[in-house]
């Protein structure tokens, strides 16, 4: 594509020191350049966040409010070009990028509408004690591959509309869409209030150490979540970390087990897996076990595999060589441990094609089981007794999302209560919503992203305890 990305700094559309390539996982080869930044030019996009910040803060809300809806409707007027983007550099198939880059509106809309209001904590005998929230200043956005653009807009809307400024930094395996959007907010935002620099994973450190940077957003990995905490300890920075997971399904046996099994597939699947809440593991009833699994091997061998941007796909390519790699050495070793019913054999074409991949007979302790695989493939386990499968899913350094399917509501709800995580749904599944803050628990994060206390993430208190001098 002959499209000349560039990255936003100060207010200007800026060229890198170098491009590196950009590659469509349906392909496996390069379709665009990206401009890549050096210390250098990371050091001038803090500095103009820096610059900014006092000025966007003393900005009325109003106004700031009204310019981050301006963004949500100028991303909504080009939502085809977004989406088919999105779907060159992700791999996923075109309507899910629709989605994506809708969710990524509605979200810039609903922050957009919260305020934080002052709370008076004491007013009594002339002793006023009112707690302010003021921006923290410069914001680091650090966001992986799976879902660049929404992500990103779950740190912007709240950042912006609490008077922050922002350095946003795109996984190097998918900047365009975000480098799209800087063309956009360099239309709408005065300079310097969202910057975003790119990098082939030289940065972050450099981010998370920075004097001028207040706070780090990070999205990704638990192993990279753990360098961020480190590095920003230097400089005592507010982190919000929203990590890995490997999160349970378990399914109890009142179930129609054809019905919920159809609804587990699309939680496993969806973005071929590569979700931090995906259904990663499933638990089953024994009495309906085998059932079960032929049915997701059904629904896995009518899956249409093929390139995102083909009408009719329902599961495109995993996002990467890297990942692609690693979830087909979780197959192998799987095939070894346990039967793999469905799948299990890369397409033999170029670009990174799993077909959707159904394993059962796995005991708990097999990599595909312990493991966070982000990757279109699903271990089925079977359970005999409900006391123990909960212990099963608990048994997790993870603790992100989780789904509870059954009938008697009560009863599901109830085991609900008892599995250790951030977000547990109930016959239902991923309902993220940008008004219901999401955290993980354990190793799967740290702070919370959307909602009010997603919004409070950007602030900090600042208390003003007055009492009027009695007379001289
Ligand atoms: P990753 O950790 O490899 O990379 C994420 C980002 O961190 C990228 O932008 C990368 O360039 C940057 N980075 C690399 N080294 C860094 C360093 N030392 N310091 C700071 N930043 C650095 O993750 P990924 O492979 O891109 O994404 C997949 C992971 O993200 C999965 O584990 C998934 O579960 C997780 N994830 C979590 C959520 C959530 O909300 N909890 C959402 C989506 C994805």
């Known amino acids: 594509m002959d499209h000349d990305f560039r990255m936003l700094i100060d207010g200007e559309l800026t060229p890198g020191v170098s491009q590196f390539d950009v590659v469509n996982p349906a392909t496996g080869a390069a379709f665009a350049q990206c401009p890549k930044a050096d210390e250098a030019l990371l050091d001038r996009a803090v500095a103009a966040a820096k610059r900014a910040q006092p000025g966007w803060a003393a900005t009325p809300v109003e106004t700031r409010a009204a310019l981050v809806n301006q963004l949500a409707d100028a991303l909504e007027a080009r939502i085809g070009e977004f989406a088919s983007l999105l779907t060159s550099e992700q791999g996923k198939p075109l309507d899910q990028a ?42 680091a956005s650090i966001t992986p591959w799976n879902f660049p653009v929404i992500l990103l807009m779950n740190k912007l809307g709240p950042a912006l509309v609490t008077g922050n400024c922002m350095v946003a930094k795109p996984a190097p395996t998918t900047p365009l869409t975000t ?37 780090v957003a990070f999205t990704g990995s638990t192993a990279t979540g753990k360098k961020v905490m480190a590095s920003s300890a230097g400089t005592v920075k507010r982190v919000t970390l ?134 279109p493939v699903l271990p089925v386990l079977k359970y005999d007794d409900i006391d123990d499968v909960i212990a099963r899913a608990n048994d997790s350094d993870y603790g992100l999302g989780g789904t509870v399917w059954g009938k008697d509501l009560a009863r599901a709800t109830d085991v609900a209560m008892r599995i250790d995580s951030g977000t547990v749904w109930v016959n239902q599944h991923m309902a993220i919503d940008a008004n219901i803050p999401f955290r993980g628990v354990k190793q799967s994060g740290l702070g919370a992203e959307l909602g009010e206390a997603g919004l409070l993430e950007y602030t900090q208190a600042h208390i003003v305890n007055a009492i009027a001098l009695e007379d001289a």
Do not use: W
């Open 179 to 215: 480098l799209l959007f800087g063309e956009l907010a360099q239309a709408i935002l005065p300079p310097g209030v969202l910057n975003i620099v790119c990098d082939q994973n030289e940065l972050g450190a450099l981010i998370t150490g920075h004097p001028d940077i207040a706070k």
């Open 242 to 375: 929203e990590l890995g997971g490997n999160d349970a399904a378990i399914v109890l046996d009142d179930v129609d087990a054809r019905q919920v099994a159809q609804k587990v597939y699309q939680g496993a699947m969806t973005n071929a897996g590569q979700i931090c809440i995906a259904i990663k593991r499933a638990y089953v009833p024994a009495p309906m076990y085998d059932e079960f699994c032929d049915e997701l091997a059904k629904l896995a061998n009518a899956a249409i595999v093929d390139d995102g941007s083909k009408q009719g796909t329902t599961i495109g390519p995993i996002q990467n060589q890297m990942q692609f790699d690693k979830v087909k050495a979780l197959i192998d070793d799987a095939r070894t441990r346990g039967t793999v019913l469905a799948g299990g054999d890369a397409l033999d074409r170029p670009g990174y094609f799993m077909p959707p991949t159904i394993v059962r007979d796995l005991d708990d302790d097999a990599p595909l089981v312990r493991e966070e695989q982000f990757g």
């Open 98 to 139: 629709g989605y994506e880059i809708m969710g990524s509106v509605f979200t810039l809309r609903a922050f957009a509408a919260m305020r934080v209001e002052p709370k008076v904590l004491k007013d009594e005998g002339g002793n006023r004690v009112v707690e302010h929230r003021t921006p923290l200043g410069v914001v």
